[in-house]
């Protein structure tokens, strides 16, 4: 029977199913063998990887253009720089971090000593979303080798000549005992999550990451979820508005929008509000010109869905900058545009917007600010600009966030060696260098005792005489 005509999908493919199990298996067989335990070879696998990626910079440069418009030196920046730089790092200090640390046992087991060591987890699976499709793939690869793991990587169909690229990259230059690419959308992924792995390490929304740990728990695999929501902003009483606006606009602005640490909309009381706009106008022009749609430095929306979901979040009577009647359904342009006396039942304000929408907010102050964060789902960053260090300790102590910055927006991300990652609906686990590296191994104390003298006497039945008094 045919299955498409009523279903919309089409039956399952039982030779994909076999070459997913049969990736898997060989995965599973060369880190049973023991490839991926010897840290020189972990090295090895890194410098393979930075090394294809410097060789195929082009192309991976060409399709980000073509799925996301992302402009060369964005495309450097933001994808293929900050995965070198991820391995740079890494490789410098994976040795060290392997390096097994000494436990101190205490007096109730001596004589004894110990030690912490980081065994590799086994067989990993990496899924990946479309907007920053090279960096959010490979970056978590790099903390899966270097962990000692074999890793399953499956790139977002949404971003489709990336993760093209991406599969040519992986397949010409990483070993195939280490990593296999498995391309694809739904389907695929539900096969993947049906295999048992040792770890999950997922980006994206929140109901797919549902459907991720559901999964996950049928194997009690481990999961990292890196997901989003809406980053807030806020802009206190004497703040630089200059300076804050062009922070704001960048972060807001970069990849269109598409970011998951993006500021998703600014809080300020409505006198700053109001002097702040003007700055944000600067800011717009300044770096996307007076024709945003004509700068080779802004990006695209991914695809015409995400296109129409956003443009359906723009109320024009509220636009200030921008608005629908610039945007260009067929090029995927939608301009910078910001919105203002935005209320909170708003439908801007009912999801992650995710694109280049700015909504300005109107509260009564900092503690306003702080209530509407703590009301709300935990985000994966807040932002807050003030000149007063007793405001910004507030947010620090009073709100929760996967990370917050304070005076800036969206920069922190690219430092090495600072964990990235979610709290409550942002997600869950970390990564980047060294919590990269812990998230995918297991931290194993090992412990040894002697044989005599044989203290354990002291604690075995039966617990008679000066025994029974402890
Ligand atoms: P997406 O649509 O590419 O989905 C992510 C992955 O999930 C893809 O590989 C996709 O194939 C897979 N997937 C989709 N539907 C599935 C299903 N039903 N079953 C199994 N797998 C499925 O990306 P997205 O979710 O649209 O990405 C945007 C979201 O990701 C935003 O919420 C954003 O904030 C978040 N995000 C978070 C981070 C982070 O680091 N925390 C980074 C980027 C994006």
């Avoid at 023991?34 to 930075?50: C, F, I």
């Avoid at 300076?243 to 598409?258: D, E, H, L, P």
């Amino acid at each position: 029977k045919d299955t498409t005509a009523r279903t919309g999908t089409p039956p399952e493919d039982p030779a994909l199913r076999d070459r997913i199990i049969a990736d898997v298996t060989a995965l599973r067989d060369s880190f049973d063998a023991g490839t991926t335990r010897d840290v020189a070879a972990r090295l090895a696998q890194l410098e393979a990887l930075r090394r294809g990626l410097r060789r195929e910079e082009p192309r991976l440069a060409r399709a980000l253009a073509e799925d996301l418009g992302k402009s060369r030196t964005e495309s450097a920046l933001t994808e293929i720089g900050v995965v070198i730089q991820e391995v740079a790092h890494v490789s410098t200090h994976l040795r060290r971090w392997l390096r097994p640390e000494r436990l101190s046992l205490g007096a109730m087991l001596a004589p004894a000593s110990g030690e912490l060591r980081r065994e590799p987890l086994g067989t990993t699976l990496i899924i990946a979303p479309w907007n920053y499709p090279v960096n959010l793939t490979l970056g978590p690869l790099v903390a899966a080798i270097a962990g000692g793991n074999t890793a399953v990587v499956k790139p977002s169909e949404v971003a489709p000549a990336t993760s093209a690229a991406l599969t040519h990259l992986l397949r010409t230059h990483l070993d195939p005992g280490w990593v296999r690419v498995v391309e694809g959308a739904v389907e695929e992924t539900t096969i993947l999550l049906e295999q048992r792995f040792d770890l999950i390490f997922y980006t994206g929304n929140g109901a797919v990451g549902r459907i991720v740990a559901r999964a996950a728990a049928e194997h009690l695999t481990p999961t990292v979820l890196e997901l989003g929501g809406k980053s807030p902003v806020f802009v206190d009483e004497g703040t630089d508005l200059s300076v804050a606006a062009r922070r704001i606009v960048w972060g807001k602005f970069t990849n269109a929008g598409q970011t998951c640490i993006a500021p998703d909309y600014v809080m300020a009381t409505p006198r700053t509000l109001e002097q702040l706009r003007p700055h944000l106008r600067t800011a717009v022009r300044a770096l996307y010109s007076g024709r945003p749609g004509r700068s080779l430095d802004y990006g695209r929306m991914v695809n015409h869905r995400h296109f129409d979901r956003v443009l359906a979040l723009v109320d024009d009577a509220k636009t200030i900058i921008g608005g629908t009647a610039e945007a260009d359904r067929e090029a995927r342009y939608l301009p910078p545009t910001i919105m203002a006396g935005v209320d909170w039942d708003d439908p801007v304000m009912q999801e992650e917007i995710f694109g280049p929408v700015l909504p300005l907010l109107a509260v009564s102050g900092p503690e306003e600010a702080i209530a509407r964060i703590r009301g709300g789902d935990a985000p994966l960053t807040a932002y807050v600009f003030s000149p007063r260090r007793e405001v910004e300790e507030r947010f620090a102590t009073e709100t929760s966030s996967g990370s917050l910055a304070l005076g800036f927006t969206l920069a922190h991300v690219g430092t090495p060696g600072m964990p990235f990652g979610g709290v409550g609906e942002s997600g869950m686990g970390a990564y980047h260098g060294r919590a990269g590296l812990e998230v995918f191994t297991h931290a194993k104390p090992v412990v040894r005792k002697p044989l005599r003298p044989d203290t354990l006497r002291l604690v075995y039945p039966p617990y008679t005489g000066i025994k029974r008094r402890v």
